[in-house]
């Protein structure tokens, strides 16, 4: 609101990429994987190219909200991509122990039986 206020509308989809990019920063440490670094730097370019093209005054409103847009779109996409691949992959490994059934649970549970004219 208060770049909108100062006529620097331009500036605002940068600066929230910006802010973005800096939440990943402390996220290595809180969640302990090195991902976060290399994410939150990539966005850190994005952040840094979207301002810098926000600078110039040749270069129009749509293509600095394309480029920061496309940029923030397509970490958070790597990102997207990287926890699906690595949940996969602790799903796939994951081995469950099996929960035996008990009596009760087993007589009141309907089961398909084989109807004789399926014989």
């Known amino acids: 609101m208060t770049l909108a ?3 620097l509308w331009t500036w605002i989809l940068p600066v929230v990429v910006l802010v973005v990019a800096l939440h990943f920063f402390p996220m290595p440490w809180i ?7 290399y994410l939150g730097t990539a966005m850190l370019i994005v952040a840094a190219v979207g301002l ?3 600078t110039q005054g040749t270069v129009s409103w749509q293509t600095v909200w394309g480029v ?6 397509i970490v958070t996409s790597t990102y997207g991509l990287w926890m699906r691949l690595t949940a996969s992959h602790v799903l796939r490994d994951f081995k469950a122990l099996p ?12 089961r398909a039986m084989p109807v004789e004219s399926d014989i």
């Open 99 to 110: 929960v035996p059934i008990s009596s009760e649970e087993e007589h009141s549970s309907p």
């Open 68 to 73: 920061s847009g496309l940029g923030a779109a």
């Open 52 to 54: 810098y093209l926000s």
């Open 5 to 7: 206020l100062l006529g």
């Open 31 to 37: 969640f302990r994987r090195t991902i976060d670094f």
